[in-house]
């Protein structure tokens, strides 16, 4: 079979299968009770490639720092590792609850670097992931 044969007959299955098994983006429970996602990926038995979570990971930080861009009026000045902070944040627990801190944010407004660790340490988040959470302040310290 050459490339392009192989491409098509690939082509082919995929849309078969598509039909066969559906395309669900959120997981889901195939007949054989199965946790499933995608087009019939059985993440129980199969799970996913270390190729896949880093492609996965890559999307999710892009859009994160989407997020953030278009939330947050100061973000795109910060210095990196003050955005890398937020990226992270944003990462572990969302966009909404980020923004649920409002004095962190208003001392990263203003270069308050001290004020916003103390503020992030003044959170149920930063006993809930304690080490990272200090990590995270010591660097927004720094």
Not at 8 to 21: A, N, P, Y
Not at 137 to 142: D, I, N
Request: aromatic share 8%; with cysteine; proline share 4%.
């Amino acid at each position: 079979m050459t490339p392009g044969e192989k491409a098509r007959f690939f082509e082919k299955v995929e849309t078969q299968l598509i039909v066969d098994e559906d395309l669900r983006l959120k997981p889901y429970r195939c007949p054989a009770g199965k946790l499933t996602i995608g087009v019939g990926r059985n993440l129980e038995d199969n799970g996913i490639t270390r190729a896949e979570a880093y492609y996965l990971l890559r999307n999710d930080v892009d859009q994160c720092h989407r997020q953030l861009s278009l939330a947050i009026p100061f973000y795109d000045r910060l210095p990196s590792e003050k955005k890398e902070i937020l990226l992270n944040m944003c990462f572990n627990m969302g966009l909404t609850r980020l923004l649920g801190f409002k004095r962190m944010l208003a001392a990263m407004a203003v270069n308050k670097w001290d004020e916003a660790a103390h503020e992030m340490g003044n959170s149920k988040w930063a006993f809930q992931v304690v080490d990272r959470a200090r990590r995270l302040m010591e660097k927004m310290r720094g």
